[in-house]
């Protein structure tokens, strides 16, 4: 009995102890960078802090917020963002972040890296701004330029509310990642910046991107080899080069990529709008590939597969092109033609156009159709399509 006491007596010391690193190990620890010696001028250089603030809420455990807050600017240099970690972070972005002028950088093709890691949210609350400063980039397309953010081999990835914008290169690359949802992003960046894709997917699965609005100099969104179970949904494109599957086989290599859903987007003054382009003597595949009720504003082409892009090879193998549907495309087009389906000897496959009314922007205009080797069918489109074979 003395025994049983003792050991009642000795749990209820220990018990509030066990309670209190419970605690500390499942509160909402932050981690604001001001903390960690950042200045917010615009001008100090806070790399330090970004990295010793990160590092704290790296190592945490449990839930963890990263905090860089508003109504500040903050000028970084490389910044590595990097797991494995012990915690779930949260990096809440509402101030802004700003890279340096093209003179003070120290080659380097990432400027925010992050990788490895599981369950990352990064929230901009409508007010945080990523600013690639690339206008110092754009008139040195050869100079070996950064991208904005580049995720690598993170899952289960949200990234929301957030501008990101003048990006040197792509803003926001997206490499072996499996379950990232991207919503209410602003990308913005001028027509006449070269190569600064919005979003670049490669070698990713179950990939979300949707309710964003992307100008930009080059692609909308690129997807290229590897990926697979990429949604694109309430996606505004333009200034752009439209929502590309792409291109594919580049240097003989193989590529795949599969399972694209591309629903209710807009097009607007963009050079294209749906786009499936593969290179000549490469292999592998692009296929079940979808675009579904497009809004099209004096877009230039608005649906263009290119079997043979950049076809400077004696024809070989190519990539195969097959199970591609555009349902729903309206709107109007400026370029020569408003269907372009250009496919080389081996053929694309089991093309479906279905329900579409696209009309030259300017009346009078005539709208043409080119096939070459496209089989599949034609339903209740405008213009009429008699070029394909079955
Ligand atoms: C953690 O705290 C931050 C800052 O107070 C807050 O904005 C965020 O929503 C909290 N996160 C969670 C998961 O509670
Ligand atoms: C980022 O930091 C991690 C850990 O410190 C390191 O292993 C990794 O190589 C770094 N990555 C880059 C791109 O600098
Ligand atoms: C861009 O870089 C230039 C030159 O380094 C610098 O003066 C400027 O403050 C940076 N920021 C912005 C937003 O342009
Ligand atoms: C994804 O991460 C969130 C936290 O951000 C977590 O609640 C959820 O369980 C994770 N889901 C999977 C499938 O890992
Ligand atoms: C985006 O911001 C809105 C409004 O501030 C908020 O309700 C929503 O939860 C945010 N989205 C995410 C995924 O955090
Ligand atoms: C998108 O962000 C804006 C602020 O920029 C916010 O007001 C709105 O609620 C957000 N929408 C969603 C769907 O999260
Ligand atoms: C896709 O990713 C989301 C998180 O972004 C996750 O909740 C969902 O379970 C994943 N689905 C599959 C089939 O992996
Ligand atoms: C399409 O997106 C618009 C906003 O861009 C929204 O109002 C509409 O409900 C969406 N339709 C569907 C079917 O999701
Ligand atoms: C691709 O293959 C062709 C024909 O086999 C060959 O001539 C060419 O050099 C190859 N190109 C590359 C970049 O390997
Ligand atoms: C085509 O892709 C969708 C996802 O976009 C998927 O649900 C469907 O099962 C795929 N169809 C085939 C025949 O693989
Ligand atoms: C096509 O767009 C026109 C003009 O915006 C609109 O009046 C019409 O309802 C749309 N048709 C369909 C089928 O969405």
Redesign the pocket.
């Given at each position: 009995m003395q025994r049983f006491i003792t050991c009642v007596l000795i749990l209820s010391f220990i018990s509030p102890c066990i309670c209190i690193r419970l605690k500390y190990v499942t509160e909402n620890n932050t981690y604001n960078v001001m903390q960690y010696g950042a200045i917010g001028d615009g001008k100090s250089d806070d790399t330090q802090a970004f990295s010793k603030a990160w590092t704290s809420a790296c190592n945490a455990g449990g839930m963890s917020t990263l905090v860089i807050p508003s109504e500040k600017s903050f000028l970084v240099t490389?910044v590595?963002f990097?797991g494995p970690c012990d915690s779930t972070i949260l990096i809440q972005i509402e101030g802004k972040i700003v890279a340096p002028g093209k003179e003070e950088w120290t080659f380097e093709s990432?400027w925010i890296?992050i990788?490895h890691l599981n369950g990352l949210k990064i929230d901009g609350n409508g007010l945080g701004e990523v600013d690639g400063n690339g206008s110092t980039w754009w008139d040195c397309p050869k100079c070996a330029r950064p991208v904005v953010f580049h995720f690598h081999s993170c899952n289960n990835l949200t990234v929301s509310n957030l501008t990101i914008s003048n990006s040197p290169k792509a803003h926001v690359s997206v490499n072996k990642c499996n379950g990232a949802t991207f919503s209410n992003i602003s990308i913005d960046s001028p027509a006449h910046s070269p190569n600064t894709d919005g979003f670049d997917i490669s070698a990713s699965t179950n990939i979300s991107i949707q309710d964003s609005n992307i100008k930009s100099g080059d692609d909308c969104i690129a997807i290229n080899g590897g990926s697979y179970f990429v949604n694109v949904n309430r996606v505004v494109c333009g200034p752009g080069h439209g929502i590309s599957v792409g291109s594919l086989g580049k240097n003989n290599a193989t590529e795949q990529v599969s399972d694209i859903y591309v629903r209710n987007c807009t097009f607007t003054g963009s050079t294209n709008g749906a786009r499936i382009k593969t290179v000549l003597g490469g292999s592998g595949y692009a296929k079940n590939i979808t675009y579904e009720q497009i809004i099209l504003e004096n877009v230039k082409n608005p649906i263009i597969i290119n079997q043979e892009y950049n076809n400077y090879l004696e024809e070989t193998s190519s990539v195969s092109v097959s199970y591609v549907t555009f349902r729903g495309f309206n709107g109007t087009y400026v370029g020569k033609v408003a269907i372009n389906l250009d496919c080389s000897s081996s053929g694309c496959l089991d093309i479906l156009l279905d329900q579409n009314n696209i009309l030259p922007a300017e009346k009078g205009g005539a709208a043409s159709v080119i096939c070459r080797n496209a089989h599949g069918t034609a339903r209740d489109t405008i213009p009429q399509v008699y070029c394909l074979s079955e």
């Open positions: 490389k590595n990097s990432r890296t990788e």
